[in-house]
């Protein structure tokens, strides 16, 4: 009967996700979930620690994140039945704390406002067919000193949250003193982090984390869990603080037109981008190079985004991450349901979060931004209209604690001097748009 019944399930789980049809198997694509969901699941330990610092309750930010993924995952397995895990991005939330909230003054409600709202503008290009050409009309360079420069960012907050980098009247910033427990901690995170990654151990970020956070509690430099009912519990972590706690008249009338305009930018642009790399990794392309449901992911990273705002948490793209399942073989969407319900038996072990401290969370940041610089490998450095902007994008976003604002710098630079050097032919209408758009945006700000 078991065997039977074990039969029948396989066979409606080949023909829903054309398992065969993609040369592919019910345990090939558990496997791959598994090593996805162990390569990316740092994010459900980092994401409510940034998130935190916007006064986001820690607790409800880690339930916001983990139902967010569970959620918008699942909707890319059954509909678009591609094998990606999407969640909440590094580098969307940095931009939600350190620039939308602590920066521009915004409460967190707000900032979710302005999420939800990104989320809605990203819907209506997706399912207007509109999301690719926006994207096709950013070059290349900007794409790449964007990726690049939000990594920069995303390093300059660990290096600040490790202690590594502190503020100086006299320099702007200085080296953290480096016999403080904690910085060392921080260092030794780096270091441990980098030798896991570089030998390919699966879960390397997330076993450094926890290794940091051990050491860090047996040094007495955090808090230890007094018991085992301390790290697991059967109760899930209460999301009433955040869920519809969004305050979208806020948003709207904050007049916050860059920080949403940001928000999708980068949502679309990463996600489209990475969804072209994964697919044909995974040699899901057709031989245009176009994306099997294309329009069905990028309407789903939209929805997500649209979720994660109602549930409190911030802006969702694909995870680069997700070519670790891909390479173990993984080619459909469930692998994607598989992850989702992995990432929801994390719930079980909410209490974590709370001993886990920022010098063991920052190591994560640096790292995960110095992937990102490899961005910079599509940048033409011999030719000075695009280095130029390219490296604004790139500096302007750590040294203004915004990525907004070095979006900006890029996208108005890169406009000007193609303008002014007589190769506006270059340009795509859409850029002379954003461009300005831009502009106003710095004179109304002040």
Same mark, same amino acid.
């Given at each position: 009967m078991f065997i039977r019944g074990g039969k029948r399930l396989n066979r409606v789980l080949d023909s829903f996700f054309k398992l065969t049809e993609r040369k592919t198997t019910v345990r090939t694509e558990f496997l791959a979930a598994l090593t996805t969901f162990v390569t990316v699941s740092y994010i459900i330990l980092v994401n409510p620690v940034i998130l935190a610092e916007a006064g986001i309750p820690k607790e409800a930010a880690l339930a916001a994140t983990i139902f967010g993924i569970v959620i918008t995952t699942l909707i890319m397995g059954l509909w678009a039945n591609l094998p990606i895990v999407i969640g909440p991005g590094m580098g969307l939330n940095a931009f =939600?704390?350190?620039? /939308?909230?602590? &920066?521009?003054?915004?409460?967190?409600?707000?900032? @979710?406002? #302005? /999420? =939800? +709202?990104?989320?809605? =503008?990203f819907f209506l290009l997706s399912v207007f067919g509109i999301s690719e050409k926006v994207v096709r009309a950013i070059p290349k360079t900007l794409k790449a000193s964007i990726t690049a420069g939000i990594g920069l960012f995303i390093a300059f907050i660990g290096l600040k949250n490790g202690g590594i980098v502190v503020a100086d009247e006299a320099t702007v910033v200085a080296l953290g003193d480096m016999s403080n427990t904690g910085t060392l901690l921080a260092v030794a995170g780096i270091v441990l982090t980098a030798v896991l990654m570089a030998l390919d151990v699966k879960g390397g970020i997330i076993i450094s984390i926890l290794a940091i956070s051990a050491a860090s509690m047996i040094l007495g430099f955090s808090p230890a869990p007094s018991g085992f009912g301390d790290i697991l519990s059967l109760q899930i972590p209460s999301i009433e603080p955040t869920w519809l706690a969004l305050d979208l008249k806020a948003a709207l009338g904050y007049g916050i037109l860059s920080i949403i305009f940001s928000f999708t930018i980068v949502e679309l642009f990463d996600t489209l981008a990475t969804l072209i790399g994964l697919t044909k990794k995974a040699n899901l392309t057709d031989e245009n190079g176009n994306v099997p449901n294309a329009n069905r #992911? $990028?309407?789903? !990273? #939209? *929805?997500g985004t649209m979720i994660s705002g109602l549930l409190g948490s911030t802006a969702m793209n694909t995870y680069v991450e997700n070519a670790t399942g891909i390479a173990a073989g993984a080619k459909? !969407? $469930? &692998?994607? /349901?598989?992850?989702? @319900? $992995?990432f929801l038996l994390t719930l079980l072990f909410a209490p974590l979060i709370q001993f886990i401290p920022s010098v063991?969370? %920052?190591?994560?940041?640096?790292? +995960?931004?110095?992937f990102m610089l490899t961005e910079l490998m599509e940048v033409d450095f011999q030719d000075l209209?695009?280095? +130029?902007?390219?490296? @604004? %994008? *790139?500096?302007?976003?750590? *040294?203004?604690?915004?990525? %907004?604002?070095?979006?900006?710098?890029?996208? +108005?630079?890169?406009? @000007?001097? &193609? $303008? =002014?050097?007589?190769r506006a032919k270059e340009l795509h209408w859409l850029m002379y748009i954003i461009s300005a758009a831009f502009i106003v945006n710095f004179f109304l700000t002040g």
């Amino acid at each position: 009967m078991f065997i039977r019944g074990g039969k029948r399930l396989n066979r409606v789980l080949d023909s829903f996700f054309k398992l065969t049809e993609r040369k592919t198997t019910v345990r090939t694509e558990f496997l791959a979930a598994l090593t996805t969901f162990v390569t990316v699941s740092y994010i459900i330990l980092v994401n409510p620690v940034i998130l935190a610092e916007a006064g986001i309750p820690k607790e409800a930010a880690l339930a916001a994140t983990i139902f967010g993924i569970v959620i918008t995952t699942l909707i890319m397995g059954l509909w678009a039945n591609l094998p990606i895990v999407i969640g909440p991005g590094m580098g969307l939330n940095a931009f =939600f704390t350190y620039t /939308v909230v602590l &920066k521009q003054g915004l409460s967190w409600e707000t900032a @979710l406002g #302005a /999420v =939800f +709202i990104s989320g809605f =503008f990203f819907f209506l290009l997706s399912v207007f067919g509109i999301s690719e050409k926006v994207v096709r009309a950013i070059p290349k360079t900007l794409k790449a000193s964007i990726t690049a420069g939000i990594g920069l960012f995303i390093a300059f907050i660990g290096l600040k949250n490790g202690g590594i980098v502190v503020a100086d009247e006299a320099t702007v910033v200085a080296l953290g003193d480096m016999s403080n427990t904690g910085t060392l901690l921080a260092v030794a995170g780096i270091v441990l982090t980098a030798v896991l990654m570089a030998l390919d151990v699966k879960g390397g970020i997330i076993i450094s984390i926890l290794a940091i956070s051990a050491a860090s509690m047996i040094l007495g430099f955090s808090p230890a869990p007094s018991g085992f009912g301390d790290i697991l519990s059967l109760q899930i972590p209460s999301i009433e603080p955040t869920w519809l706690a969004l305050d979208l008249k806020a948003a709207l009338g904050y007049g916050i037109l860059s920080i949403i305009f940001s928000f999708t930018i980068v949502e679309l642009f990463d996600t489209l981008a990475t969804l072209i790399g994964l697919t044909k990794k995974a040699n899901l392309t057709d031989e245009n190079g176009n994306v099997p449901n294309a329009n069905r #992911a $990028l309407t789903t !990273g #939209a *929805l997500g985004t649209m979720i994660s705002g109602l549930l409190g948490s911030t802006a969702m793209n694909t995870y680069v991450e997700n070519a670790t399942g891909i390479a173990a073989g993984a080619k459909t !969407g $469930l &692998k994607a /349901v598989f992850a989702a @319900l $992995l990432f929801l038996l994390t719930l079980l072990f909410a209490p974590l979060i709370q001993f886990i401290p920022s010098v063991a969370t %920052a190591p994560a940041l640096i790292i +995960i931004g110095a992937f990102m610089l490899t961005e910079l490998m599509e940048v033409d450095f011999q030719d000075l209209t695009e280095l +130029i902007p390219a490296f @604004l %994008a *790139l500096i302007m976003m750590p *040294l203004t604690f915004s990525i %907004a604002e070095g979006v900006a710098f890029g996208f +108005i630079s890169y406009t @000007l001097i &193609k $303008l =002014f050097t007589g190769r506006a032919k270059e340009l795509h209408w859409l850029m002379y748009i954003i461009s300005a758009a831009f502009i106003v945006n710095f004179f109304l700000t002040g």
